[in-house]
């Protein structure tokens, strides 16, 4: 990591086709975005629809990424890994091929039209949070200023996560 390297973790989702060899795919190709290397990945974890729930069930992941890129640049890089990958976006919570959301960036706050860090649900998705605190559990949430393994703990029970294997 240079001096001007940030650690972003990125949340992985996939709920249509090959959902495990999608998350993998996605991986790789952040692993191609100039500027950015994979540090780490989390487990793979099976996590049930939330929003609209008459869908097959998700694989999720983690992944931390160092990266050279401003939040914007990263963004836009994730966002055309999903359309090579055949994401459409047209309605919100629909199924999808892959989904690519920044979590965190750095210990970076910003609000745009096109970008929220931290991704302003992060505190109430277990799904985001268990792969998150395989990563990086003392990781403090640069808002709600509790770490990540507080915030999972803390969750209500909800949504079934279960682990789902290893990414390798």
């Known amino acids: 990591m240079t001096s001007n390297s940030t650690i972003a973790y990125i949340g992985i989702g996939s709920n249509l086709g090959d959902k495990i060899s999608n998350c993998r795919r996605a991986i790789e ?56 990958m055949g994401r459409r976006r047209r309605k919100r919570w629909e199924a999808r091929i892959i989904d690519l959301d920044i979590l965190l960036f750095g210990q970076e706050v910003m609000r745009s039209h096109d970008l929220v860090i931290p991704h302003p649900l992060l505190h109430k998705r277990r799904f985001v949070l268990e792969p998150l605190a395989q990563l ?22 909800g949504p079934s996560v279960d682990y789902a294997g290893e990414l390798v």
């Open 136 to 157: 990086a559990p003392d990781l403090i949430h640069p808002v709600l200023k509790t770490t990540i393994g507080q915030l999972l703990h803390g969750l209500p029970k």
């Open 29 to 84: 190709e952040m692993g191609h975005v100039p500027g950015c290397q994979v540090a780490a990945c989390s487990a793979l974890f099976k996590t049930e629809p939330e929003g609209v729930i008459e869908q097959d069930w998700f694989i999720n992941c983690v992944s931390k990424v160092t990266t050279e890129r401003s939040p914007i640049q990263l963004i836009k890089a994730l966002l055309s890994i999903e359309h090579a």
